[in-house]
């Protein structure tokens, strides 16, 4: 093809792609800015000032909301969440397990308790159980009823991430523990599911700040004032006090906590990331 030619060929109109992806990003920071603009200039900041950021409120919240509220909300998820590991484990070898009744009895443990709402199983431990166990008491009171019904919810989500990180262990594993002389159970303890935690960690720790937030749901077990959680106790003084700042100050708790911990999930995806790599 001759320089005449290649001149007589219609020119390419347009954007290229890079051009065409740089002018869509621009245009939504553009509207990103003036929905925020928009919102800033139309809110009455006054009386969210005066309804959520009362310091004499705030102030009036400490220490309690710390050495109370907040301790009892952090004693909620780590019961709930041992119990939780526990069962979640004994779940997820029942699924695994060659014998056909142990994995039925799993895969509609795990069904039933992931189809049903939080509230539900904490209506149930406080309300059925005595009803069906007239006279009984669960041990530790309050913190025994939340913690079991914590567990059970949580277990049966981490039942199915601990039965994925065991499968996601080569099997070759297995194989070399029994050629040196170890029993099945003896290889699953020992050699298994220590390098399935390693992969699990992070959706484990995932688990814990969920749980966290659903520490709330202890308010229907009918709680004492000693034993309320940041939730109860920030809804409690906003009714006390008619102004919502301690529902804010209750929630910059939660924060204080889930906020590192996403973090250090973050953090242990990325190293996970790295070994796989």
């Known amino acids: 093809m001759t320089e005449a030619d290649t001149a007589l060929q219609p020119k390419r109109k347009g ?46 919240m400490f220490p309690d909301v710390i050495t109370l509220a907040l301790k ?12 939780g590991l526990a069962l979640g484990m004994v779940i997820a070898l029942m699924r695994l397990s060659s014998v056909g009744p142990y994995r039925w009895v799993a895969g509609v443990y795990i069904e039933i308790f992931r189809g049903l709402p939080a509230l539900l199983i904490f209506i149930f431990i406080g309300v059925a159980v005595p009803l069906a166990f007239p006279g009984t008491e669960i041990v530790g009171g309050t913190y025994g009823k939340v913690a079991l019904a914590l567990g059970l919810v949580a277990a049966a989500y981490m039942a199915e991430t601990i039965r994925a990180g065991i499968q996601a262990v080569p099997k070759g594993q297995m194989e070399a523990a029994r050629s040196l002389g170890f029993s099945p159970a003896r ?13 699990i960690l992070p959706p484990l720790t995932n688990e814990l700040v969920l749980l966290f937030k659903d520490s709330s749901l202890v308010l229907f077990l009918g709680v004492t004032l000693e034993e309320r959680e940041l ?41 996970t990331q790295e070994a796989v790599k």
């Open 231 to 271: 939730s109860k106790y920030g809804r409690d003084l906003a009714s006390q006090t008619a102004n919502s700042t301690p529902i804010l100050v209750a929630g910059l708790c939660y924060l204080l906590i889930t906020i590192p911990l996403g973090f250090v999930v973050r953090r242990m995806e990325a190293k």
């Open 15 to 60: 954007l290229s792609r890079r051009q065409k992806r740089s002018l869509s990003r621009g245009v939504q920071y553009l509207v990103f800015v003036a929905a925020v603009v928009a919102f800033a200039a139309t809110a009455d900041w006054g009386r969210l000032k005066n309804q959520f950021a009362q310091g004499d409120i705030a102030r009036q």
């Open 72 to 83: 009892n909300t952090v004693l909620y998820t780590v019961t709930g969440f041992a119990v």
């Open 187 to 199: 290889a699953m303890v020992s050699i298994i599911i220590p390098q399935a935690f390693r992969i």
